[in-house]
């Protein structure tokens, strides 16, 4: 669906496809990917193998992983998405580790952590390196 009416860019949400969604449904929107700002993964059968395909979504402003199979590893594949602003990680299993991965996303104002297997620190560390944001763990 177009953002808004005269816009390239497109949001596209699995949700209702969640119990279907998994790594190669989200490799069939390649062909779109260029145009994708908005993409809700969440609560769908993805893994990291899924982020090798989000990471060429250059545009991608928006991402829900909510209760996904995200860890650690799949978050290093995002670190050249540089117009993320909102990363939702909720019951995920990203750690610590992983968030040093977000980092380096200076445009990154919403992440969300709760229920997740990042502690305080990790998350006071991320706040730390991106001031402007709003580091959410509870």
């Not at 969604?21 to 994708?36: Q, R």
């Not at 060429?56 to 860890?71: C, E, G």
């Amino acid at each position: 669906m177009p953002l808004a009416e005269s816009s390239p860019l497109l949001a596209v949400d699995f949700r209702l496809e969640a119990e279907n969604a998994n790594d190669e449904k989200v490799g069939s929107i390649s062909a779109i990917g260029s145009n994708v700002a908005h993409l809700d993964l969440s609560k769908t059968a993805i893994t990291d193998a899924a982020l090798d395909q989000i990471s060429k979504m250059k545009k991608l402003v928006r991402l829900d992983l909510h209760q996904t199979a995200i860890t650690d590893a799949g978050l290093a594949k995002l670190k050249g998405l540089d117009n993320l602003r909102y990363i939702n990680l909720y019951s995920t299993q990203v750690t610590d580790k992983g968030l040093s991965h977000l980092e380096g996303l200076k445009n990154l104002n919403a992440v969300f952590l709760w229920q997740s297997k990042a502690t305080p620190a990790g998350a006071k560390k991320l706040q730390k390196a991106l001031p402007d944001a709003t580091v959410n763990i509870k």
